[in-house]
């Protein structure tokens, strides 16, 4: 299965937006609403932003958000800081016990 | 606080074998569903298996690239779950994390990560 496609940078100024896509096959997101979202620092391990679509756990901003249109995920970070800069990589669970991730998107704050 | 402590790796020739733990804390592993997620030098994330709860009929899943050469087992009474490697290839040097699927849609908690280096 391949990865979701996801663009390879993002950028804004602190207190801007950014939004990110995830384009996958029909058969990546199945009949489910099952896409999360991580953050991933450099050497550090993956943090869960958003899931199920656009939900967020607990201790998580508000700035980020996240929705989901036909084949499209995104996830949205509003009022950029300096410490979302990161790396943010999209997942789906489409049924047939199988995930896939997204290519990665490299956000910038400029 | 719930923890995940990933523990096993290191360096190994092609063809080998290497067992990778991951002890769990925090929260009520027997009832867990658990991943294994890596991640090559330089590259995007890749979910490499997981193992359902016994309750859940213990079952195991991967993903294609290490079908028929890595399985995962638990240990319900050590709250450990092990990734077993086998006929590695130089393909699998990665980062490994373990993670807790709380619930099926999502890995919510990951360990700190072990380092795989597949090498000759």
């Known amino acids: 299965q391949s990865a979701l496609t996801q663009p390879p940078s993002a950028s804004g100024s602190p207190g801007q937006s950014v939004a990110i896509s995830c384009t996958g096959a029909?058969?990546?997101?199945?009949?489910?609403?099952?896409v999360s979202w991580y953050q991933q620092h450099p050497g550090k391990a993956p943090k869960l932003v958003i899931y199920e679509v656009s939900k967020r756990p607990s201790g998580v901003p508000d700035r980020f958000s996240g929705s989901k249109s036909g084949n499209t995920a995104s996830l949205t970070v509003s009022g950029l800081q300096a410490e979302d800069e990161a790396d943010y990589y999209c997942s789906s669970y489409a049924g047939g016990n199988n995930y896939v991730f997204g290519t990665g998107t490299k956000v910038t704050v400029l | 606080e719930v923890q995940l402590v990933e523990s096993g790796g290191g360096l190994v020739e092609p063809g080998g074998s290497l067992r990778l733990s991951c002890a769990a804390s925090g929260f009520r592993f027997s009832d867990a569903w658990m991943s294994w997620v890596r991640q090559a030098p330089g590259k995007g994330l890749e979910w490499v298996g997981r193992i359902l709860s016994k309750g859940g009929g213990g079952t195991t899943d991967f993903a294609a690239p290490v079908k028929d050469r890595f399985t995962i087992s638990r240990d319900d009474s050590k709250n450990t779950v092990f990734l077993q490697m086998n006929s590695l290839k130089t393909e699998d040097t990665a980062m490994y994390y373990c993670t807790w699927n709380s619930k099926v849609s999502m890995f919510d908690v990951w360990g700190q990560g072990t380092t795989v280096t597949v090498s000759s």
């Open positions: 029909s058969s990546d997101f199945g009949d489910y609403n099952y």
